[in-house]
Antibody, heavy 122, light 113 residues
Framework: QVQLQESGPGLVKPSQTLSLTCTVSGGSISSAGYYWNWIRHSPGKGLEWIGYIDYREKIYYNSSLNSRATISVDTSKNQFSLKLTSVTAADTAVYFC??????????????WGQGTLVTVSS | DIVMTQSPDSLAVSLGERATINCKSSQSVLFNSDNKNYLTWYQQKPGQPPKLLIYWASTRESGVPDRFSGSGSGTDFTLTITSLQAEDVAVYYCQQYYNLPYTFGQGTKLEIK
């Protein structure tokens, strides 16, 4: 069973960069057909898909982030990461890393981390 | 972007009764080449991540009780919970994965009457 765990600072200052890492266990991050997503949940915007990196290391982002997001993968550590630049209070949210095997179609989110609250505040 | 709109925003149902949640997409999520609706339903309980209940609009994820069912096609979808149990209290979300960016409904809070 694939399991995911987010890690990173819980407090980020405005205008700085939010950095989160997701560690995948129970399977290889390079497994064919898999998609590795970041999703956030805030009271103001609800659930918002941020982007994904797939098993071929193709990356797609939600344009609503205005090119502030960068997703990368470290296959040697079985991890993938999110960086979000120039953060504001509107980026305060619970951030989830989410795995999708593609079996039921890419974008059907089967495996979720527990989520980590990131607060943007000075 | 495809806008997903759920109704109602909240719902109170007696134990053992039926709960019905609706979801409407701003454009069709039916993929003609495979005749599948790219629509999922999730359940989120307090302090937990969302849990996948149903994909392709009507296929239950493994382990999901059969009192949960999904229906609909094109732009109009329904999640039905027959014989509501206490553990079904949660927020329910629909989500389209027909195209990028994937988008979610605003959620429906289900409570016991």
């Amino acid at each position: 069973q694939v399991q995911l765990q987010e890690s990173g600072p819980g407090l980020v200052k405005p205008s700085q960069t939010l950095s989160l890492t997701c560690t995948v266990s129970g399977g290889s991050i390079s497994s064919a057909g898999y998609y590795w997503n970041w999703i956030r949940h805030s009271p103001g915007k609800g659930l918002e898909w941020i982007g994904y990196i797939d098993y071929r290391e193709k990356i797609y982002y939600n344009s609503s982030l205005n090119s502030r997001a960068t997703i990368s993968v470290d296959t040697s550590k079985n991890q993938f990461s999110l960086k979000l630049t120039s953060v504001t209070a509107a980026d305060t949210a619970v951030y989830f890393c989410v795995g999708d095997s593609g079996v039921s179609g890419a974008g059907s989110f089967e495996y979720w981390g527990q989520g980590t609250l990131v607060t943007v505040s000075s | 972007d495809i806008v997903m709109t759920q109704s109602p925003d909240s719902l109170a149902v007696s134990l053992g009764e039926r709960a019905t949640i609706n979801c409407k997409s701003s454009q069709s999520v039916l993929f003609n080449s495979d005749n599948k609706n790219y629509l999922t339903w999730y359940q989120q309980k307090p302090g937990q991540p969302p849990k996948l209940l149903i994909y392709w609009a009507s296929t239950r994820e493994s382990g999901v009780p059969d009192r949960f069912s999904g229906s609909g096609s094109g732009t109009d979808f329904t999640l039905t919970i027959t014989s509501l149990q206490a553990e079904d209290v949660a927020v329910y979300y629909c989500q389209q994965y027909y195209n990028l960016p994937y988008t979610f409904g605003q959620g429906t809070k289900l409570e016991i009457k």
